[in-house]
């Protein structure tokens, strides 16, 4: 019998470029956990192909990997019919990975994988006018029940489930006990960790690596940012990012010009952007899995301040390798007060944070336990 080949299914997840292909140039960490994924399968020898959403169908490799593009408008069961023909897809030895479970469908018969990455429904963001009129008829309860049921109703669609943190597998246990085949593989540092320990100085560099949108707390960083800078001359912040809400933090930027500086990195470049932070704040206010932005940050030795949300919790212990307080502006404030002011503390949050990552949230660990799952799919029928 020949090896299994892996079909994961995302809306995007590779760009085709003038000269070549690249990674989505709006990579965020589930992209980067698809594309390395994609890589360990490869590795084993297996073929994978990346099925992602395009008006345009075409065909194209990246680094080994097949990439096919085509409309999911006309519904993902006909894209499975498509690509099942096209590829000879094989029901006996190939696997379906959903690249998030929110897009997955029943295929009977078919081994699939679901991969869950995070609570994504504890915010009501009005941002559609589906949910603006649930909204502004008071029917925010309602709203909140049919979020449960179409998480549940995903995430039951897949013979084999992964989660990239506890939070939701416990929320999950509480509505059914049907766990036998669900795994948790949390994020992953994209760098090799190594010892290093900060300088102790009387300048304090906050940063801030993020998307700019509302979930990720951007405006309530933004708000204690102005007020620290208000209260403190030695303190500054370094933001990285895009997004929605680029007006908020170029605003700031402009009225606190040589305090706050807006830079980009690429990948490559994520460990040399924490290095230069003394602490690192991830203020997500909700839909937060393991984060990506935290764990590197965390592997470089920051002291980092994260909002008890979500799979973030499954990462700091609080005061021990991070800071954990909750998604107000006030605690935010007291936090960044309190590290900027102790350097030992400051320092032990940033080696614990280093051991933490390279113990339980190394690329090593993440792959072993992929690797794990692969074998545990493959040999059922």
Known sequence: MRKSRFFIIHDKVFSKLKGGAGLCTEIGGVQRYLYELAKIINELGNE???IQDDQDDAF???EN???WCTSFNVGKRRVFSRFASKFSFDKEVDVVIWGSDTISIPLPGVRTIAIQ???????????????KTFVKLGCVGLYRWLQRY???HHFKNS?????????YLNWYRTFSKDDENVFVIPNFC?????????ESKSDIVIGFARRFVEKRGVRLFVQAARKILEERSNIKFLIAGDGPLNAEVDRLAMEYSGKVKRTKFSQSETQDFHRAVDIAVVPSLGSEGTSLSLIEAMGAGCAVIATNIGGMTNIVIDQFNGYLIPPREEALILAIEKISDDYNFRSTLGQNAIATVDSGFSYRLWKKKWLDVISYVCERS
């Open 48 to 50: 994978v192909f990346v």
């Open 60 to 62: 194209f490799l990246y």
């Open 65 to 67: 990997i097949k990439v």
């Open 117 to 131: 990455h995070g609570i994504g429904f504890d915010l009501i963001t009005p941002d559609s006018f589906f949910k």
């Open 150 to 152: 179409n998480s549940l």
């Open 159 to 167: 013979t084999f489930k992964v989660c990239v943190d506890y939070n």
């Open 190 to 198: 994209t760098y090799e960790v190594s010892p290093y320990e900060k």
